[in-house]
C-alpha cells in the first residue's frame, strides 16, 4: 500500500501523537483512571515478565535481612495493597540492601524498595506515599500503555519513512530525524510525566483509604526538592515531572478531594 502525506503533516502528525497506525483498536478503559487505554499487551503478559526480572534483580542485588525494615515494608505495603483492592494476587517484598534512592512494583504483585529510600523516608506515611504511587502505575496499567505507545510509534516513524522513500529527497535522512525528536518530545516524554503524576494521585487515594497522613506526600517531595540540589535534567528532557511540578500537583489534588 503506497502511503501520501505531505511532510509538514507527517512532522506535525507524528509531534501531535496523531499519526500512529491501528491506534483506534486495541482501546479499553482502566476502571482505576476513567480513562481509555491503547493497549497492545494484556497484565497476564506483563506478569510473566514482571516474574522473570524480579528474578534476575534479586539475583544481581543484595536483599537486606535487617528485620525492621522488611517488617515496615511489608506492614505499610500490606494495607496500600488492600486499598488498591489487589490483595488476590500474590505479593512479594524485597528490601534491597543499597543506597539507592528508588522503589518499585511490577506487574504481579512484587515489591522492591533500596534501603537508600526506606532510610530516607521519615515516617510510614512517607513509605506509603511511594508504595502508593508506586501500585498507582499498577493499577493504572503505565507499563502496558507505555510500551504499547513506543510500539505504535516505531511503527509510526516506519510509515513515515516509507512516505519519504516515495520521492527522491536527499534531506530524508534529516527529515527522519526530526520526526524521531518530535515523537520523543512531543509523546512518550510528556505521556511518562502524565503517567508520573496519574500515579502521584492514584497514591494519595490509597494513602487516604489506608489512613495515613496525606500531606506527607507532599512533605516527600519538598525534601525529594531539596536533596536533588537543583542537579535534575530540565523537566522537557526528563520522563519524570520536577518535584516541584509533583508538590504542586499533588497539593492541588489533595485540597480538590478534600483530604484535609
Known amino acids: 500500500m503506497e502511503v501520501k502525506m505531505s511532510r509538514r503533516a507527517l512532522i506535525r502528525g507524528l509531534a501531535a501523537g496523531t499519526v ?3 491506534a483506534a483498536s486495541g482501546c479499553a478503559t482502566n476502571p482505576a483512571t476513567g480513562r481509555s487505554q491503547f493497549m497492545l499487551v494484556s497484565q497476564g503478559q506483563l506478569a510473566k515478565l514482571s516474574a522473570s526480572a524480579w528474578s534476575d534483580v534479586k539475583a544481581e542485588t543484595p536483599v537486606s535481612i535487617d528485620p525492621g525494615l522488611n517488617r515496615q515494608l511489608k506492614q505499610v505495603g500490606g494495607r496500600i495493597v488492600q ?7 500474590n505479593w512479594e517484598y524485597a528490601v534491597f540492601d543499597t543506597d539507592e534512592k528508588n522503589a518499585f512494583v511490577m506487574p504481579g504483585g512484587k515489591v522492591g524498595f533500596y534501603r537508600g529510600i526506606m532510610e530516607f523516608s521519615e515516617n510510614n506515611d512517607q513509605i506509603a506515599a511511594i508504595m502508593g504511587h508506586e501500585t498507582g502505575h499498577v493499577t493504572a496499567r503505565h507499563a ?3 510500551y504499547s505507545q513506543q510500539v505504535a510509534a516505531g511503527v509510526g516513524l516506519q510509515v513515515a519513512n ?7 529527497n ?10 524521531g525528536v518530535g515523537v520523543q518530545f512531543g509523546i512518550i516524554l510528556p505521556f511518562s ?9 492514584l497514591g ?6 489506608s489512613g495515613y ?3 506527607q506526600s507532599v512533605r516527600l517531595w519538598e525534601r525529594m526538592a531539596a536533596d536533588s540540589g537543583g542537579r535534575r535534567q530540565p523537566e522537557l528532557l526528563s520522563t519524570h515531572p520536577s518535584p516541584e511540578t509533583r508538590v504542586r500537583a499533588l497539593d492541588a489534588y489533595i485540597r480538590q478531594r478534600g483530604y484535609v
Open 20 to 22: 500512529v497506525p491501528f
Open 83 to 89: 486499598a488498591a483492592n489487589l490483595q488476590n494476587q
Open 144 to 146: 502496558a500503555e507505555r
Open 162 to 168: 516509507v512516505a519519504l522513500s516515495q520521492k527522491d
Open 170 to 179: 536527499r534531506y530524508k535522512g534529516e527529515i527522519a530525524a526530526i520526526l
Open 193 to 201: 510525566r502524565k503517567h508520573e503524576l496519574e500515579a502521584d494521585k
Open 204 to 209: 494519595v487515594d490509597y494513602m487516604y483509604r
Open 213 to 215: 497522613d496525606v500531606r
